[in-house]
């Protein structure tokens, strides 16, 4: 399994000091990457590429405007927008893109939840699956706990709407954090075996960097995730230097 780890594009440095620790790749934010300024995006390409720092995944899929659930969907804005990111995508050499896009998916008050589960598997069936098969990549639906997404909170329910679209770029997703706080039990991933296609970690109490000395014990979550197949797990946290706490990050989780 590779590791990884969360980047801004426009921190040049903080990219480059990711590749030096031994991270073996980066997670960008894929709405920014669609919605940056040429000068931004060029110019982070052009880094990932001098250094050989690969750009495997990137996550916030779909920005909070564009709405996937209710009476009111603009699909032909959501067609251009994924027209224009997948573009962007495939030329920084992505693979993966994390569908968690709690604004975009989340279900208005009143709203039937089955139905928007519907919509939610419209969309990837029809317009995201196939987008991110033309340009190469593959999709993660990632669950969230309920105090940010009141839809696909477990991994089990990332998992059953990838298979309700029925999509093969579209796959599960598995994030510490969100495991933690919905006591979503780690020994179940084993029943998910080739249904995960991402994964994310943190220490999950505040959602911060690990680090070897936090008192958690990393190795259930990376062991399960290695065992059933999953190819790759970046760091998606908050910190407070990264280049300190970067590297501690990895000597945390990588064994």
Not at 94 to 105: C, D, I, P
Not at 121 to 130: D, E, K, S, V
Not at 188 to 196: A, P, S, T, V
């Given at each position: 399994m590779k590791?990884?780890?969360?980047?801004?594009?426009?921190?040049?440095?903080r990219?480059?000091?990711?590749?030096?620790?031994?991270?073996?790749?980066?997670?960008?934010?894929?709405?920014?990457?669609t919605?940056?300024?040429?000068?931004?995006?060029?110019?982070?390409?052009?880094?990932i590429?001098?250094?050989?720092?690969p750009c495997?995944?990137?996550?916030?899929f779909?920005?909070?405007?564009?709405?996937?659930?209710?009476?009111?969907?603009?699909?032909?804005?959501?067609?251009?927008?994924?027209?224009?990111?997948?573009?962007?995508?495939?030329?920084?050499g992505?693979?993966?893109?994390?569908?968690?896009?709690?604004?975009?998916?989340n279900?208005p008050?009143?709203?039937p939840?089955?139905?928007?589960f519907?919509?939610?598997?419209?969309?990837?069936?029809?317009?995201?699956?196939?987008?991110?098969?033309?340009?190469?990549?593959?999709?993660?639906?990632?669950?969230?706990q309920?105090?940010?997404?009141?839809?696909?909170?477990?991994v089990?329910?990332?998992?059953?709407?990838?298979?309700?679209?029925?999509?093969?770029?579209?796959?599960g997703?598995?994030?510490?954090?969100?495991?933690?706080?919905?006591?979503?039990?780690?020994e179940?991933?084993?029943?998910?075996?080739?249904?995960?296609l991402?994964?994310?970690?943190?220490?999950?109490?505040?959602?911060?960097?690990?680090?070897?000395?936090?008192?958690?014990?990393?190795?259930?979550?990376?062991k399960?995730?290695?065992?059933?197949g999953?190819?790759?797990?970046?760091?998606?946290?908050?910190?407070?230097?990264?280049f300190?706490?970067a590297?501690?990050?990895?000597?945390?989780?990588?064994?």
């Open positions: 590791y990884g780890i969360c980047v801004d594009i426009e921190e040049l440095k990219v480059e000091a990711a590749k030096n620790c031994g991270f073996d790749y980066m997670e960008a934010n894929f709405t920014y990457l919605r940056c300024e040429d000068e931004v995006y060029n110019a982070f390409t052009a880094c590429r001098e250094i050989g720092f495997d995944a990137a996550n916030c779909v920005p909070g405007d564009l709405k996937l659930t209710g009476g009111e969907i603009d699909y032909p804005a959501i067609a251009d927008y994924l027209a224009k990111g997948m573009e962007r995508a495939k030329n920084a992505l693979a993966t893109v994390v569908f968690g896009s709690a604004g975009a998916r279900v008050e009143g709203f939840k089955d139905k928007a519907d919509q939610l598997a419209y969309f990837l069936a029809n317009y995201a699956g196939p987008a991110a098969e033309k340009a190469g990549l593959q999709i993660a639906i990632e669950p969230l309920k105090g940010e997404s009141n839809i696909i909170n477990f089990a329910d990332g998992v059953e709407l990838a298979e309700k679209c029925g999509h093969r770029a579209v796959f997703l598995g994030d510490l954090y969100h495991m933690f706080l919905l006591e979503d039990k780690i179940d991933l084993y029943d998910l075996k080739g249904k995960i991402h994964s994310h970690i943190a220490f999950p109490i505040g959602r911060r960097y690990p680090r070897p000395d936090d008192g958690f014990d990393y190795r259930p979550f990376v399960a995730m290695s065992d059933i999953c190819p790759r797990c970046s760091v998606e946290a908050g910190f407070n230097d990264f300190e706490d590297p501690l990050a990895l000597k945390a989780i990588k064994f």
